[in-house]
């Protein structure tokens, strides 16, 4: 009974976090642009955000080893929610500049950098002794969870601004993350190691015992917890190349639409069927991910996504061609991040998890940044049809390439890791 009861708490901690941020990313231009009056600004939170997100290696490397209790998953949500306050309390305070964006978007993305791979880590160490796929399929409906808001916080978002103008949305959306953290409080979790940074000092006739969590003494960086598991490093090598040719769907179809004379058109068609496919994808990987084999669901994935990309400019004339090509590739993506989730949990427990986790969030979403950053000037280059052709084939070859590479000393690799549990070679 504690277990549902953890279980329900993390699920609808994912549920307000989401929902608030995908109606504050409707929100938050209109005030940076009402604030400063430069549209240069817009941007300015987004891309504070992802700094943390990629320095995270070096600097949260011990701190996501000690995030191991809803109580403590909760405290980050309270930085989190001093990050989000910086915006409005500036606005209430008469100024909202630059700094107050930069800030906020520095502030709230330390705090995403490692709640997010933590609650991922927490849900499948209280799942692990409730049944071989329980952490499979709990991480599966915690990620459709977060696929509903796409459609719900939309249309919501725009009814507040509507009704009350955006400043409302980013006090609603502080309240909504100190509800997570109530929620958090009551969450149990496991006990974790003492974190160190120097190893442990061993008798020399006596050889070190691997640490009871699988990982190295101390907090396990991630690139070893990668060079240990051949299949995670090859399936989170395909999330960042995935993560870097994002843009190409959502800048492309904004440019398409722009150049076709249906300016917001084309984007809103694809994110449309996207969305709906996505959540419909999401609703059956529960069922279906436990029984597909991890690392060919995952490259699978990606290919349909690619051809769905390289389909996209040849159905341009139809808003309804192409939203169903969207929703193919977004049927697709739960399956396959659900798959990692299984490979992470699977391969993977303790210290050596909350890396892996940390090492797909770090991958994909700073691959999705770098693409956003750089995919405006390879779209004025070749233009947007070839773009999304050329990213579409990027991710197929890559996907084939993950999958059918020879799995060069997996033997070694598996009797290592039958051993040492998981230690790094």
Not at 159 to 187: F, K, N, Q, R
Not at 255 to 264: C, D, K, N, W, Y
Not at 308 to 332: D, I, Q
Request: hydrophobic share 55%; proline share 6%.
């Amino acid at each position: 009974m504690n277990n549902r009861r953890d279980i329900a708490a993390m699920l609808g901690t994912t549920f307000v976090t989401w929902m608030g941020q995908r109606t504050t990313a409707v929100a938050l231009p209109l005030v940076a642009l009402a604030g400063t009056g430069s549209a240069w600004s817009v941007g300015l939170v987004g891309g504070a955000v992802g700094v943390p997100m990629l320095t995270s290696p070096w600097w949260a490397r011990e701190l996501r080893q000690r995030l191991t209790t809803g109580r403590s998953l909760a405290g980050v949500l309270l930085v989190q929610i001093a990050g989000l306050l910086v915006v409005p309390v500036g606005a209430l305070l008469g100024r909202v500049g630059a700094l107050h964006l930069i800030a906020a978007g520095l502030v709230t993305g330390c705090a995403s950098a490692v709640s997010g791979p933590g609650q991922r880590a927490l849900l499948s160490d209280i799942c692990d002794g409730l049944g071989q796929t329980v952490a499979t399929k709990m991480l599966a409906w915690q990620d459709f969870t977060h696929r509903v808001t796409m459609i719900l916080a939309p249309p919501v978002a725009g009814w507040a601004v509507e009704a009350g103008g955006p400043m409302p949305l980013l006090w609603a959306e502080a309240a909504g993350v100190g509800v997570a953290a109530v929620l958090l409080l009551s969450v149990r979790g496991t006990s974790a190691p003492p974190v160190t940074t120097r190893p442990a000092i061993v008798p020399a006739a006596r050889p070190a015992a691997a640490p009871a969590d699988g990982g190295p003494v101390g907090a396990p960086a991630i690139r070893n917890v990668l060079a240990a598991h051949q299949d995670i490093r090859r399936a989170v090598t395909m999330s960042g190349v995935g993560g870097l040719a994002w843009f190409a769907f959502t800048l492309g179809l904004a440019v398409l639409g722009a150049r076709t004379g249906q300016p917001g058109v084309l984007i809103a068609a694809g994110m449309t069927g996207y969305g709906l496919g996505s959540l419909t994808g999401a609703l059956l990987a529960p069922v279906v991910v436990p029984r597909l084999p991890p690392l060919a669901a995952i490259a699978t994935g990606w290919v349909v996504l690619g051809l769905a990309f390289t389909a996209l400019p040849a159905v341009t004339s139809s808003l309804l061609s192409l939203g169903c090509v969207a929703s193919v590739g977004g049927f697709a993506m739960p399956l396959g991040i659900g798959a990692l989730n299984k490979l992470i949990t699977a391969r993977t427990s303790g210290a050596q998890r909350r890396a892996a986790f940390a090492a797909e969030s770090l991958v994909h979403d700073g691959a999705v940044s770098i693409g956003l950053l750089t995919g405006g000037a390879v779209i004025a280059l070749i233009g947007a049809g070839p773009t999304l052709i050329g990213a579409g084939g990027v991710q197929i070859v890559a996907a084939l390439i993950i999958i059918l590479w020879p799995n060069a000393g997996a033997a070694r690799a598996s009797q290592t890791l039958t051993t040492a549990r998981g230690a790094p070679t």
